[in-house]
Structure formats: structure tokens, C-alpha cells
């Protein structure tokens, strides 16, 4: 099969023709039909994951339709459309016993513990777990915009965040997490202030329902922006970039007794960020992390899919060719993207 592989962190992303996948046990074979190119494939060859073992294949945002089943799969046969979250849950620690999938002990994520989608096929293992199938509704882009960063958004603003209509909510950073944000938590009911570099970026964050927008470049009053334009501070914060500036900053902006959630990846330097505990004790701040989701939840999401309350498919910026991700997997880092950009041409 074709495929992109890269054979050292930070080294030559080549097209590469590699052996077909064969299906775990527990597992299936997939026809990648889409795949997201994220910036967490970006950490993954810059070295930052170390769960990657060399010679790698990237790619964790899928869907695609089984074309192989492994012998112990019991809920699964060829001809599923299904997409899958990017951390798979084992089905058997402690972690998935208590439902907590997107935390397993001994988690599948394809694109970083194996080989990922950035391929004609990929492999996944935990398949009764974690595949879950697509309405005919939703097309296979934006199936793929769903199983990194529309799914962490989700779980961020719904289940972490709990945010309901009435409430102000602030979003730093409007990339695929960001802007997923900003949809669901206006969907919600929510008012949003939508805070970014990228002009592009904060006009499309207004398209998707964002009230306010502070662009933040050479701005070191985003936090007394944000307490301004929402009356005190927002009830929940997301961080969706992963820098010691913006977790600061999106702590700094909550009001009494909000919640800050930790989204974007802190790799390097960041990742002891400095925050203002003083307010976190002060003010009784909850700080709260957010990692995937799990498949079962997908059932609410999809249904909010299919109803039009929430349009994913609106985040897609481009589409491209498979072997165009040589070139813009190392893109990734100079934030002049905007929107999703998903491969459909293998």
C-alpha cells in the first residue's frame, strides 16, 4: 500500500510503498477513505510523543470501511463505514471498567502507539470497543474531522466543561479544537469570546457563532479583555493550543468558581506551565484536563450531527492529495492554516 512514513523525528516525510495491514485478533483492517492531518501528527514527528516507535506512519483523524476482521471481532463485518476515536480504550483496566476509555491503561492510538492512517489501509486494534459506525448522513470528510479534535472539543465543552445556555465561554486558540469549541458551546447555548493571531482565524471563529473576538497579538490584557467583554470572566475556559501563554492567560480570565480546560498538548518548556494558583485558591477555580472521547459517547454528538445543530463540515478548509502531507505535516507548526484540512485522495 502507499503511505506516508518518516524514518527519524523531524527527518525526510516520504510517499513510500510499505506491506498491507493484517487485522489483529480484536481488530480490523480499514480502507482509509478520509483521514485529518492534525496538529498533534506534527508533535509526533517533531519527537515530542514517546509512545512513537521509528520507522512511523501518522495519521489519527479517520474513517474509512472494513475490509478485514480479525477472529475474536464479534460486532463488526467487512463493508462497515465506521470511524474510531484517536485513543482507543482496551475494554478490560480499570480505567475502561469505569468508562473511561479516552484514560485506558493500555490504550491503541493509532498514528503514535501503531501505524496510522496517513495509508490506502490502516489497522485497529480493540474493535468491538472502540469503532463506531457513520450515519449515510455524514460524508467520510467530515467523519474524518471528528476523531481528534471534534471529539476532544466535544468532550471539553459537554462532559468536562458542562456548559449550558446562559454562560460565557472563552476559547483561546481557534484551530480544529478551537473552532469545534466554539461551535458546540454556541450550539450550546453559550456566549463565546473567541481569542487567536490569526485574523482569518477570528473571522471564521464569528461565522461559527463566536460573539466576541480579541485578536491577541502584541496584547498582554487578553485575560482583562475577556473579564470586560463578559462581565466578570468567563464560567469555563478552554486552552486549545497547549502554550504556557495561553494556559495562564485562559485561568487568569475566569470568573469565581469557573473551570479551566487543559486541551492543547504542553510539550517542552510548557509543559510545567507557571499558573496563578493565588486565584485558583482565591476564587475556587477548577482545572481540568481533556483527552478524547469515548466511542460511546459519539451517540449524542452524531445525533446533534445529523439534526444540523452542529456542522462539522463547516470547519473543512481543504482537501487534499496523500502525498501533499510531505510538505504540510511540517507545515503545522507556523499556525497560517486555518480551518481543517483533510486527505481524501489516496
Sequence with gaps: M?????????????????????????????????????????????????????????????????????????????????????????????????GNHQVCDDQFQPGFTHWGSFAEFVALDYADVNLVRLPDTISDVTAATLGCRFITAFRAVVDQGKVIGGQQVAIHACGGVGLSAIMIANALGAEVTAIDINPDNLKLARELGATHTIDARNNNRVPE?????????????????????????????????????????????????????DRIVADELEILGSHGMQAFRYTEMLNMITSGKLQPERLVARTMRLEEVITALPAMNNFQQHGVQVINQF
Design 2 to 98: 502507499k503511505a506516508i512514513l518518516y524514518q527519524q523525528y523531524q527527518g525526510p516525510i516520504n510517499l513510500e510503498n510499505v506491506p498491507d495491514p493484517t487485522p489483529p485478533p480484536g481488530g480490523v483492517v480499514l480502507r482509509v477513505t478520509a483521514t485529518g492531518l492534525c496538529r498533534s501528527d506534527w508533535h509526533g514527528w517533531m519527537g515530542h510523543d514517546p509512545d512513537i516507535t521509528l520507522p512511523h506512519v501518522p495519521g489519527h483523524e479517520l474513517a474509512g470501511v472494513v475490509v478485514a476482521v480479525g477472529k475474536d471481532v464479534k460486532n463488526f463485518q467487512l463493508g462497515d463505514r465506521v470511524t474510531v476515536p484517536f485513543v482507543g480504550g482496551c475494554g478490560h483496566c480499570g480505567e475502561c471498567i469505569s
Design 225 to 277: 479583555e475577556i473579564r470586560s467583554l463578559t462581565n466578570g470572566g468567563a464560567h469555563v475556559s478552554v486552552d486549545a493550543l497547549g502554550s504556557a501563554e495561553t494556559c495562564f492567560n485562559s485561568i487568569s480570565c475566569l470568573r469565581k468558581r469557573g473551570k479551566h480546560i487543559q486541551v492543547g498538548l504542553m510539550t517542552g518548556d510548557h509543559r510545567h506551565a507557571r499558573v496563578p494558583m
